[in-house]
């Protein structure tokens, strides 16, 4: 064959090859591309969606809704790739460190403290194992999909804009206005209700907009210098001082970067060597000195953040150091803190909070849920996006701009997760950050028109398996059902529940919350109990009050709450909370006074130093009228924190209940010894 015949085949089958591939794109194909690419865009909006009607109103619908769409574009995907072989996933080193801390998150679930939690979570966070594969795939169609520079750009001006509407309303709210029905709280964050979670969320992009900055064309520049402007403004005026700081911290990397590799003068690259060099010594010394007690860092970390988070810390260490390997699964936290629980928790010097269900801490937190292994893995995604793109900065195939910022804000987003966790809202943006540059791995391994043509050969088979397209649409009901209609309804009900002023429907409410899905059982077993307790203690002071017209009601959650017990033996909080409740229909049935102490025994042992269980233990001997056992437990609670006035109160109640006025004088001289400055209000007790 002569050179001009050779040349016209290849000009031929390049030509077969470009139609090939635009009649991929043509009828359901070209359908599955437009969903995924509007899906997308919705998806960017989950942060502004806030709604009374759910459970945690910032939380759930932001959750469910990220969930659906993901899973709607997921599926489109998969039936795109069936005929259109360009969009298939390619192996990239991002999506190998994903998949890598994705099994690590399974094997942790599976051999976990509580495998459903780890899996559902809760409807407060939201995070569990079936978050993170809604997060992976979307990951991976974005990474598969978007290739080029103009549909990214689209997406983070999606992004970008959401991220200033949500930065006025802050704006705003600070300001003393009401916009939208918020209005100025001590927790500000606008719509995603969490001033640092808000800090989170905007960092990501206050850096989206810094790329678009530096590398579009001037009114990009203009609204990105604005966006940054607004959003900037937001965090720093909404207190989200962790966020403030890693955004100027990675502002200052970002020039140090900018001196070593794009200035012309060697002075120049030596002072920013030593700039760089410098700043990490010295993010490293106030670290260090971060743990080490009565320091000055310590002593104003304490000052500016809540003072029960050193505490937990030290909990959650305690925990990781029992389970170091894969630690107590996802969502676990829980379990670790209660037996590990600090007395001084009730007090204002250890921030007065007494239920935590995460260290806010990303290094503790993932030691404790995934283990050493699985925090390896973390660090290898964070790892794998430097590679790949300070590989390509200096293979030349990538602008400085591009692989400074992209790595640094996610630098930024480590060092800020020190002192807080992540949302839906930050997850989103994380899994942005790591498609894009999943995609630019991608584009680098693109096929030759040859192998597309190759390809497009086999798809011609595929297209004869329809079967294929139906079967991925069976799974896709399915799946939208199970983990996003079921969860939806179950969150509604939940506050419908409560809004039922008749007790039989109630119940009925209650049955439909639990029996729609398991997403967050116990914790809503465990609200629906403390909302009847609550009911009981706003009304038993009322004559006309009859407990016992609540019987039904005491009988259903008493059963579910045995369930929680069952299903999740380490849960402290639902032996407390059915303890409670036994201890309460001990009104109506004393008999029941027996199942309270030993379920409350029981709680004893998971947290022995709470000084919750032995309160409500002295309630149940009460009860029975054995005040010396009451008096023990109520000492007890004493003896695990001296200086907490509620416990010295309760023994002095008991004392007078038992009759033993010698025992009164002398327990309110002991509590007036610690409380001076209640002596007034002590003394009462001695008449």
């Known amino acids: ?66 969930m659906a769409l993901a899973e709607i574009i997921f599926f ?23 998949l890598a801390f994705l099994i690590i998150l399974i094997i942790s679930t599976i051999f976990g403290a509580d495998p459903s939690r780890s899996f559902w979570s809760k409807y407060e966070r939201m995070t569990g194992l079936l978050m993170w594969f809604h997060l992976v795939v979307f990951f991976l169609v974005i990474s598969s999909v978007f290739k080029k520079p103009e549909e990214w ?27 939208m029905g918020f209005k100025n709280s001590s927790r500000g964050g606008a719509t995603i209700g969490n001033s640092s979670f808000m800090g989170t969320y905007l960092l990501f992009n206050i850096f989206l907009a810094l790329w678009l900055f530096f590398n579009f064309s001037i ?75 009565d320091s000055f860092v310590q002593k104003k970390f304490i000052q500016l953040a809540t003072k029960a988070r050193l505490v937990v810390w030290q909990a959650a260490w305690k925990s990781i150091l029992e389970k170091p390997w894969l630690g107590w699964g996802p969502e676990n936290f829980d379990f670790g803190f209660a037996k590990h629980f600090n007395p001084c928790m009730f007090l204002p010097e250890c921030g007065e909070e007494v239920w935590f269900d995460r260290a806010h801490n990303i290094v503790l937190d993932t030691l404790y849920s995934v283990g050493i292994i699985g925090f390896l893995a973390y660090l290898f995604i964070f790892i794998s996006v430097f590679y790949l793109t300070w590989r390509k900065y200096f293979k030349s195939s990538l602008d400085f701009w591009t692989a400074s910022i992209f790595s640094i804000s996610l630098i930024a987003y480590f060092v800020q997760n020190l002192t807080v966790f992540d949302m839906i809202n930050s997850y989103l943006m994380f899994f942005l950050f790591l498609g894009l540059v999943g995609s630019l791995e991608i584009q680098e391994k693109n096929k030759n028109a040859c192998e597309i043509k190759q390809n497009a050969i086999k798809e011609r088979r595929l297209k004869k398996k329809n079967w294929l397209v139906f079967l991925i ?17 179950s969150d509604r009900y939940v506050i419908e529940a409560i809004q039922k002023k008749d007790m039989n429907e109630r119940i009925a409410f209650y049955k439909k919350t639990l029996e729609s899905s398991p997403l967050g059982k116990y914790q809503i077993r465990d609200f629906f109990a403390h909302n009847v307790l609550e009911q009981v203690q706003r009304q038993s002071a009322n004559s006309n009050f009859n407990i016992a017209g ?38 109506i049935d004393s008999s029941k006074l027996e199942r309270a102490r030993d379920v409350l025994e029981e709680a004893k042992k998971l947290s022995p130093n709470n000084q919750q269980t032995y309160w409500t233990l002295a309630q149940t001997k009460i009860y029975q009228k054995k005040f010396d056992e009451a008096m023990s437990l109520a000492e007890k609670s004493i003896e695990l924190e001296p200086r907490l006035l509620q416990s010295h109160v309760i023994a002095i ?4 209940m038992a009759g033993n006025q010698e025992i009164v004088n002398r327990k309110v001289e002991e509590a007036i010894k610690i409380f001076p400055e209640m002596e007034s209000e002590l003394k009462k007790f001695l008449h």
């Open 550 to 587: 609540l019987k039904d009601e005491i009988d259903f959650l008493a059963g579910e709450l045995e369930k929680s017990i069952r299903e999740s033996p380490l849960e402290y909080r639902s032996f407390l909370t059915l303890g409670k409740i036994y201890t309460v229909y001990a009104l």
């Open 153 to 179: 750009l689209k997406i983070f001006l999606v992004s970008i804009s959401v991220a200033i509407i949500i930065s006025l309303i802050s704006l705003v709210v600070w300001a003393g206005g009401d916009i």
């Open 219 to 293: 009114g990009i520049k203009i609204f990105s210098g604005f966006a940054i402007f607004i959003m900037f403004l937001a965090t720093y005026l909404n207190d989200a001082r962790a966020a403030t700081l890693s955004i100027l911290g990675g502002f200052f990397l970002i020039f140090c970067l900018f001196l070593i590799f794009k200035s012309q003068r060697k002075y120049l690259k030596i002072s920013g060597l030593i700039l760089l060099g410098t700043s990490i010594f010295i993010f490293l010394i106030l670290f260090y000195l971060l743990f080490q007690s």
């Open 653 to 656: 109640k008991i004392a007078k």
């Open 76 to 98: 489109a995907w998969l039936i795109l790739i069936i005929f259109s072989p360009q969009y298939r996933p390619k192996i990239n080193l991002v999506l190998i460190a994903l």
């Open 473 to 489: 649409l069976v799974l896709f009901f399915l799946s939208f059902y199970n983990f996003v209609i079921k969860p939806y309804q």
């Open 1 to 66: 064959m002569g050179r001009k015949s050779r040349e016209k085949k290849e000009r031929r089958l390049a030509q077969q090859s470009i139609s090939e591939k635009e009649i991929f794109l043509e009828g359901i194909p070209r359908l599955c591309f437009y969903i995924i690419r509007f899906g997308v865009y919705l998806a960017l909006f989950a942060p502004i969606l806030v709604s009374g009607k759910f459970f945690f109103p910032f939380v759930g619908p932001k959750s469910l809704y990220f």
